[in-house]
């Protein structure tokens, strides 16, 4: 028998097996690392995605730099709490606290709030900042002074109705972009999209005593009168 011959029976067959295990090794490797992708992909992109399969399709869209501006103008006499409700990634809060607020965010996209946190901490405003992963309507807004949220107009008149019956009466809530339908502003600041109107709750929660028709609510009435 040739001496190649004999060399090729006695390596092919081990050097076969060997072959088939690195491939197969690498295709492990391959379809983990596409596996991971996709799911890491997913994990990123789903948060973002998330908000528009709810009743209320809310998406992130980050206010402009006038937008901001316009919602410290109306507030620059104002001090204590701050929410933004649907914080995004934390700009409004941010420029609040450098204002001297205390500033929440309130947020469902858990990426958007650890950037929110991550862009206080570099800004220097962590002491006087929070970000909250939550769904804005199982929260109370009892315990905010001033209240900022850039909704959509279809979720507005649901909020309206939980804001007025949540907050006291010396908050003050801006809308930005879109106002509420029913109650009545104070003050607005800007133009177009950049438009922000300012409410008083001592306005709202009044009507919402008086009620639709006007008349104060029966357990609003004071009962101290005495009786003839
Ligand atoms: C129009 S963006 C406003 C972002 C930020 N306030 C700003 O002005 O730059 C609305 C934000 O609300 C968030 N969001 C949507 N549905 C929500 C919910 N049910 N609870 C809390 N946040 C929500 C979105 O993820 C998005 O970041």
Not at 2 to 19: L, M, R, T, W, Y
Request: aromatic letters at 10%.
């Amino acid at each position: 028998m040739p001496q190649e011959d004999i060399f090729a029976d006695s390596v092919q067959p081990n050097g076969g097996v060997k072959e088939k295990g690195a491939r197969s090794r690498l295709g492990l490797v391959v379809t983990g690392v596409v596996g991971g992708t996709l799911v890491a992909l997913y994990a990123v992109a789903a948060p973002f995605v998330a908000p528009a399969l709810r009743k209320f399709c809310l998406p992130f869209v980050p206010a402009t730099t006038a937008q901001v501006d316009n919602v410290l103008t109306v507030l620059r006499r104002r001090s204590g709490t701050l929410v933004d409700i649907g914080s995004g990634d934390g700009r409004i809060v941010i420029a609040a606290a450098k204002q001297g607020f205390q500033a929440s965010g309130l947020e469902l996209n858990p990426w958007l709030v650890c950037y929110s946190r991550y862009r206080a901490w570099r800004e220097g405003v962590h002491r006087s900042t929070s970000f909250h992963i939550c769904d804005l309507w199982k929260v109370s807004f009892a315990q905010y002074s001033n209240v900022v949220i850039f909704g959509v107009p279809q979720m507005m008149d649901q909020l309206e109705h939980k804001l007025a019956s949540e907050l006291p009466s010396t908050a003050k809530v801006v809308a930005c972009r879109f106002p509420f339908p029913t109650w009545v502003p104070e003050n607005t600041a800007g133009e177009g999209i950049d438009t922000v109107w300012v409410y008083d709750a001592r306005t709202f929660n009044s009507n919402l005593q008086r009620g639709p028709t006007g008349k104060t609510a029966p357990e609003e009435r004071d009962t101290t009168e005495p009786h003839t």
